[in-house]
């Protein structure tokens, strides 16, 4: 199979199900920027000494795909995978899990620290974009009802991994320092 196609040539894209929109429709900045996120989230792994934290975000990039296939698909679709409540679950029990080893923050953090917690930081922004890209879609094109979740709980994740990926490098967050004030 060759990478081109040829397909997209004159700036279309096919959608599952078959339906070509524009490279610059709503619907494909936000499963691109979805895309971005997952990248990001690779080279935070590569930079990534710690074996748990590596099976973590492999898993993420794994769900970042399901969400991919999620938003290439309007409408009813038997066969594809969607985001769903079980999804937002684990998210969430994973957010808990890791915030448990950390100490409570006492003030705004700068992302920072390790060369792998700057990645996840980079990544959480990433997710935060794509957040609001599919809010602005689903104002047009209802989506599924956990994907905007998942977005949400996903960047609040990627925040407190970046976190853990410092502490456990023994590696303190970066705090804010108010350049207004003197100090």
Not at 66 to 75: H, Q, R, S
Not at 95 to 104: K, M, Q, V, Y
Not at 139 to 164: C, H, K, M, Q, T
Request: aromatic share 4%; charged share 20%.
């Amino acid at each position: 199979m060759k990478i081109y196609t040829r397909t997209g040539d004159q700036g279309m894209t096919g959608l599952w199900g078959g339906l070509r929109v524009r490279k610059d429709a709503l619907r494909v900045d936000v499963y691109g920027t979805v895309d971005e996120c997952n990248a990001a989230i690779g080279t935070a792994r590569a930079a990534a000494a710690d074996r748990e934290l590596d099976d973590t975000l492999a898993h993420l990039q794994n769900l970042l795909f399901v969400l991919g296939a999620d938003l290439a698909t309007p409408g009813e679709a038997t066969n594809i995978p969607r985001v769903s409540a079980d999804d937002i679950t684990a998210l969430e029990q994973l957010i808990d899990r890791h915030e448990a080893e950390l100490t409570p923050l006492r003030q705004f953090i700068l992302p920072g620290g390790t060369m792998a917690a700057a990645q996840l930081h980079l990544a959480r922004t990433i997710c935060r974009r794509a957040e609001r890209l599919a809010v602005a879609l689903d104002a047009g094109e209802p989506l599924g009802p956990a994907v905007v979740i998942v977005l949400n709980r996903l960047s609040d994740l990627l925040f407190v991994l970046a976190r853990v990926a410092n502490a456990r490098a023994g590696s303190a967050d970066v705090p804010w320092q108010n350049p207004r004030v003197s100090g």
